[in-house]
């Protein structure tokens, strides 16, 4: 299984942007994803992608605001976060799904997983 680190989290205020990264250590998935924890709350879906470039999707809550997209030459996955909210500020994880569709939202349908970063915004 690959070994994932995520990147890029901080204290942003409102309507503020980050960029998230994750890089991977082997091409052994055909999918990876962000999720996104807060205190208190199950961990969430926030965006998934296809590795061989067939599809995105995204929750709800993040559509229009969150764009992921991955680097083509290596096997890094970006979310870039935009109109930032208090209510985004949550511990995100990118995980890898060997098999599973860029639309699994499901936790279980992710095999390894990083150990998260911090997104903090203030209002």
């Known amino acids: 299984q690959p070994r994932l680190v995520e990147s890029g989290g901080g204290l942003v205020q409102t309507g503020g942007s980050l960029r998230l990264s994750c890089a991977a250590s082997e091409r052994s998935f055909d999918t990876m994803g962000w999720f996104r924890q807060a205190p208190g709350k199950e961990r969430e879906f926030v965006a998934g992608?296809?590795?061989?470039?067939?599809?995105?999707a995204y929750a709800d809550s993040v559509k229009g605001r969150f764009i992921i997209f991955r680097d083509a030459m290596k096997i890094t996955v970006h979310l870039e976060m935009n109109m930032l909210k208090p209510e985004d500020s949550a511990r995100y994880y990118c995980?890898?799904?060997?098999?599973?569709?860029?639309?699994?939202?499901?936790?279980?349908?992710?095999?390894?997983w990083g150990q998260g970063t911090q997104v903090t915004v203030s209002s």
């Open positions: 995980a890898s799904s060997r098999y599973g569709a860029y639309s699994s939202t499901s936790i279980t349908a992710f095999d390894s």
């Open positions: 992608i296809s590795m061989t470039g067939t599809g995105t």
